[in-house]
Antibody, heavy 119, light 107 residues
Framework: QLQLQESGPGLVKPSETLSLTCTVSGGSISSSGYYWGWIRQPPGKGLEWIGSIYYSGTTYYNPSLKSRVTIFVDTSKNQFSLKLSSVTAADTAVYYC???????????WGQGTLVTVSS | EIVMTQSPATLSVSPGERATLSCRASQSVYGNLAWYQQKPGQAPRLLIYGASTRATGIPARFSGSGSGTEFTLTISSLQSEDFAVYYCQQYNKWPPTFGQGTNLEIK
């Protein structure tokens, strides 16, 4: 059974870079036709897609965050990672990693990890 | 980007009754619409994709309909475990976008 697990610091200072990793188990991140994405949810609010990556390294970013986002993949570790630079309090959210096909609906999700931006 | 609007924001329904949730897109998304269920402290769970196709393991009491700009999620006979927040999401046009959610609560 496919499982995704987010990991990374739960507290980041303003203006610094948020870094998270998603570890995939029960399946290969290099499976053809599957993409791996990041979605966030501010406390008490809705969902926002951040970006996605294919195992080949091709990336897709939300234009609203594109200037600050980098997503990369490590197929040898079955992991993909998110970096979000110059964070502010508005970036405080639960960050989820998830899987999708080229249709961009998300069929498997990690449990999520809360990242708080505060000094 | 395409704006997804869900209504109502909160829906109060008694167990055993039918619930109807609505989702409207700011422009046509054809049938490229998904529904998710989210319970407190949990990740969203995919219920419906392609506007009307149930995801693996989703009970038949969940059904989706609609196309273009107007979509509906119907839960035919509410069970206690169905009370949650529901989100729609379009994936017709990039970037994929979500509605703000409907909170389905026990009446």
């Amino acid at each position: 059974q496919l499982q995704l697990q987010e990991s990374g610091p739960g507290l980041v200072k303003p203006s610094e870079t948020l870094s998270l990793t998603c570890t995939v188990s029960g399946g290969s991140i290099s499976s053809s036709g599957y993409y791996w994405g990041w979605i966030r949810q501010p406390p008490g609010k809705g969902l926002e897609w951040i970006g996605s990556i294919y195992y080949s390294g091709t990336t897709y970013y939300n234009p609203s965050l594109k200037s600050r986002v980098t997503i990369f993949v490590d197929t040898s570790k079955n992991q993909f990672s998110l970096k979000l630079s110059s964070v502010t309090a508005a970036d405080t959210a639960v960050y989820y990693c998830a899987r999708h096909r080229d249709d961009f609906y998300f069929d498997n999700w990690g449990q999520g990890t809360l990242v708080t931006v505060s000094s | 980007e395409i704006v997804m609007t869900q209504s109502p924001a909160t829906l109060s329904v008694s167990p055993g009754e039918r619930a109807t949730l609505s989702c409207r897109a700011s422009q046509s998304v054809y049938g490229n619409l998904a529904w998710y269920q989210q319970k407190p402290g949990q990740a969203p769970r995919l219920l419906i994709y392609g506007a009307s196709t149930r995801a693996t393991g989703i009970p038949a009491r969940f059904s989706g309909s609609g196309s273009g700009t107007e979509f509906t999620l119907t839960i035919s006979s509410l069970q206690s475990e169905d009370f949650a927040v529901y989100y729609c999401q379009q994936y017709n046009k990039w970037p994929p976008t979500f509605g703000q959610g409907t909170n389905l609560e026990i009446k």
